[in-house]
């Protein structure tokens, strides 16, 4: 019974090709550019619970508001270079997540496009390139938190859990039907509240699509380049 536990636990759970003080590093920056554009907007990202609450707590202060975003930047540097892992800040590591985000966005652009045609993945009409690039940045660092690790990683590992007694083609089986469930919620979202798009199926499916593209990613190469793809495919179909 344990050996049946481990291997269902171990095919169940997504592999990940780093680990999550790299994948924060990575997408600092992310999260940084975006909350010091994003209160100039607007808008905010459906997933973002932080830039109000960051607001709030400058007393909407555009001055404090901006230095409260800097400093968790600076916290998490600091943190990383105490624990001995400032070589997660080297620029090779960038550029080298840079580039596979940019191999992923184009791979993911050809395919989803050969389905249904060139569709976006943002809510919504982004006014100016500044808009649209900063809108960019908070879809692919938040939408991938809420709908890769917290919808599908961690809704693999309970799934891992219940199922831990079943074989190991079955466990792999529901972790791929719980891949294309996940991915359709996160098409689904695209069409809820008040800056959600009219329901097309067409639409639907190209961003259905596009979410088992980032499930893939992030199974096989982790959180940092799943956002970096979402974030720069965004940033290709509103601003360039």
């Not at 006014?127 to 908070?138: H, K, V, Y």
Request: hydrophobic share 55%; glycine share 10%; with cysteine.
């Amino acid at each position: 019974m344990a050996e049946a536990v481990t291997q269902g636990e171990r095919v169940a759970t997504p592999k990940r090709a780093s680990d999550p003080w790299a994948d924060l590093t990575l997408t600092l920056p992310f999260f940084v550019i975006y909350h010091l554009g994003v209160i100039f907007l607007p808008v905010r990202n459906a997933a973002d619970l932080v830039t109000q609450e960051l607001a709030a707590l400058a007393n909407h202060s555009l001055l404090a508001y901006g230095g409260l975003t800097l400093a968790v930047g600076a916290v998490y540097v600091g943190i990383l270079l105490a624990l001995g892992r400032g070589h997660a800040l080297h620029w090779n590591r960038f550029l080298f997540i840079a580039l596979e985000g940019v191999l992923y966005a184009f791979a993911m652009r050809l395919v989803a496009s050969y389905v249904v045609g060139r569709l976006r993945l943002l809510t919504g009409d982004a006014d100016g390139p500044f808009t649209g690039a900063i809108m960019s940045l908070g879809a692919g660092f938040y939408e991938e938190i809420a709908f890769r690790v917290i919808l599908f990683g961690l809704g693999a590992k309970l799934l891992g859990l219940l199922f831990a007694s079943a074989p190991s083609y079955k466990t792999k089986l529901i972790t791929i039907a719980w891949g294309l469930a996940s991915a359709a919620i996160f098409s689904g979202w695209h069409y809820v509240g008040p800056l959600g798009d009219p329901f097309e199926l067409r639409s639907f499916v190209f961003r259905w699509v596009c979410g088992l593209a980032f499930v893939v990613i992030y199974s096989f190469r982790g959180f940092a380049p799943a956002v970096w793809t979402h974030a720069l495919y965004d940033v290709w179909v509103l601003v360039l």
